[in-house]
């Protein structure tokens, strides 16, 4: 089975499929970034606003978390699964 384009996704399944990105890269001893979720979903480095959203709406499902929660700059932010 392939990867559904970004566009026919809804909300739930983006942050499904964010989720499972940060749990591949987690097991793979790597931490997800903006920049690795672009490329997951082949957004354009100019719209990382896109996943910016993305990674805060699973945040905010509990399913993902900053690596480094002291770190104040988001654009080196690292994000693990919630269990990790």
Request: charged share 30%.
């Amino acid at each position: 089975m392939g990867y559904k384009k970004l566009a026919d996704m809804d909300k739930a399944d983006r942050v499904r499929a964010c989720y499972q990105h940060a749990c591949l890269r987690h097991v793979s001893n790597d931490h997800m970034t903006n920049s690795s979720l672009r490329e997951r979903f082949s957004i354009k480095d100019e719209n990382y606003s896109m996943a910016s959203r993305i990674i805060a709406d699973t945040i905010n499902e509990d399913l993902i978390k900053p690596y480094d929660p002291d770190n104040t700059s988001r654009k080196h932010a690292k994000y693990v699964p919630f269990w990790a």
